[in-house]
Nanobody, 126 residues
Framework: QVRLVESGGGLVQPGGSLRLSCATS????????IGWFRQAPGGEREGISC?????YYAQSGKGRFTISRDWAKNMVYLQMNSMNSEAPGVYFC??????????????????????WGQGTQVTVSS
């Protein structure tokens, strides 16, 4: 059973920061590309950031978001700073098979994700 468990969502003020966490397994970290996706209210799910030899960041998060992994804890994180009105939504951790995708493809093309987490809600409000 594939484990992708998100946490860290919540309410944050505009301009504030939030760190999302994705708990997974060593097997997933080793054999899959891991990424973060956001689904805004009424919108489609979009790739925000995906891990790879060159980490991918959507334009909306460049310079403000940082994706990282902790091999010892089998965790993937998304640090979000200077959060704005584009940030609210449900954030999903996702995994795509490493030998058929890469960080940019995972985040930008359909059909790259093999597994999804259950999502964590992020709200931006003053």
């Amino acid at each position: 059973q594939v484990r992708l468990v998100e946490s860290g969502g919540g309410l944050v003020q505009p301009g504030g920061s939030l760190r999302l966490s994705c708990a997974t397994s060593e097997d997933i970290l080793t054999n899959y590309v891991i990424g973060w996706f956001r689904q805004a209210p009424g919108g489609e799910r979009e790739g925000i950031s995906c891990l790879g030899s060159n980490n991918y960041y959507a334009q909306s998060g460049k310079g403000r978001f940082t994706i990282s992994r902790d091999w010892a804890k089998n965790m993937v994180y998304l640090q979000m700073n200077s959060m704005n009105s584009e940030a609210p939504g449900v954030y999903f951790c996702a995994a795509g098979i490493k030998w058929i995708t890469n960080s940019e493809a995972m985040c930008t093309k359909d059909g790259q994700v093999s597994y999804w987490g259950q999502g964590t809600q992020v709200t931006v409000s003053s």
